[in-house]
């Protein structure tokens, strides 16, 4: 089974600064998705971004980036110009192509935006 | 378009005490999931469904029993609720390598 790791219990960015979350997965199969979901106190799950593994291009989406590193496993989110409607939790997700196409989701990392 | 729909939002069941929470989906997806999210843990995957009539085991499956009799629901029943089934659930489903879609999720409490 994959595993999905946030290291990263809880963050804190100042309103319109940089923050980057971290995510590392385990997996030995060659064709899988990875996303950045976010949810805030409401406890909707909203999709921030996604990544298809067989594309070299970091997925971006508006103020929101990834840092996709295949070789090392490695799939990072990078929120610039940060705003307080940011602040909420974050889950790193791995999807395979088998189990049902189900994800797989990291710990998460709590987002705290500072004015 | 309602999307992905679970009902209850909320429930307070006593120990032993047995009840069903249904998700509705009306975007005829194939997969069909149910997820826990507990305090630091993230989303834990129960019981899923590619298809009418199909069912498989998730990470986190004891003390859980699911049915899709009908394409557009997938319902997880607790036969004998225990303090440890405390959580919250979210329905999800998708075409196969499409996205997700999430219900709002239910807060179930077992006192």
């Known amino acids: 089974a994959q595993t999905v790791t946030q290291s990263q219990p809880e963050m804190s960015v100042q309103e319109a600064e940089t923050v980057t979350l971290s995510c590392t997965y385990d997996?030995?199969?060659?064709?899988?998705?990875l996303f950045w979901y976010k949810q805030p106190p409401s406890r909707q799950m909203i999709l921030v971004i996604r990544?298809?593994?067989?594309?070299?291009q970091n997925a971006t989406e508006n103020r929101f980036s990834v840092n996709f590193q295949k070789a090392a496993k490695s799939f990072s989110l990078k929120i610039s110009d940060s705003q307080l409607g940011d602040a909420a939790m974050y889950f790193c997700?791995?999807?395979?192509?088998?189990?049902?196409?189900?994800?797989?989701f990291g710990k998460g990392t709590s987002l705290l935006v500072t004015p | 378009n309602a999307g992905v729909t679970q009902t209850p939002k909320f429930r307070v069941l006593k120990t032993g005490q047995s009840m069903t929470l249904l998700c509705a989906q009306d975007?005829?997806?194939?997969?069909m999931y149910w997820y826990r999210q507990d305090p630091g843990m993230g989303l834990r995957l129960i019981h899923y469904?590619?298809?009418?009539?199909?069912?498989a085991k998730g990470e986190v499956p004891d003390g859980y029993n699911v049915s899709r009799l009908k394409k557009q629901n997938f319902l997880l029943g607790l036969e004998s609720a225990a303090p440890s089934q405390t959580s919250v659930y979210f329905c999800?489903?998708?075409?196969?390598?499409?996205?997700?879609?999430f219900g709002q999720g239910t807060r179930l409490t077992v006192v």
């Open positions: 469904s590619v298809g009418e009539g199909t069912t």
């Open positions: 997996t030995s199969e060659s064709d899988y998705y």
């Open positions: 990544q298809e593994a067989y594309k070299q």
């Open positions: 975007m005829n997806h194939e997969y």
């Open positions: 999800a489903s998708s075409w196969n390598r499409g996205l997700a879609f």
């Open positions: 997700a791995y999807r395979s192509m088998n189990s049902g196409y189900a994800l797989n």
